[in-house]
């Protein structure tokens, strides 16, 4: 059974730079595509990095030159890297990823950005 758990939030000034990370439980399957979503007070939920499985990547233009999503297979462990954080970045953030055709969520991280 895949789990995926995430951490690495929390408050952080405006110019900082966490990881968000989401460690994937389970074994014998193999990782179609992982992205980072993310859902702020009152909006939709938006993709905002994504990466095939054969590594390319595509981010939203919100998010485009400051967040790098990236994978450590050894860890089975996706990552978020933020930097030159926004009030405006302020969200909790989810990893998803594709396996076999079905959708798998983490239980979400809330990253509020202070001025």
């Known amino acids: 059974q895949v789990q995926l758990v995430e951490s690495g939030g929390g408050l952080v000034q405006a110019g900082g730079s966490p990881r968000l990370s989401c460690a994937v439980s389970?074994?014998?399957?193999?990782?179609?595509?992982m992205g980072w979503y993310r859902q702020a007070p009152g909006k939709q939920r938006e993709l905002i990095a994504v990466m095939s499985s054969g590594g390319s990547t595509v981010y939203a233009d919100s998010v485009k030159g400051r967040f790098t999503i990236s994978r450590d297979n050894t860890k089975n462990t996706v990552y978020l890297q933020m930097n030159n954080l926004k009030p405006e970045d302020t969200a909790s953030y989810y990893c998803n990823l594709l396996i076999n055709s079905r959708n798998y969520w983490g239980q979400g991280t809330q990253v509020t950005v202070s001025s």
């Open positions: 389970g074994s014998g399957f193999s990782i179609t595509r």
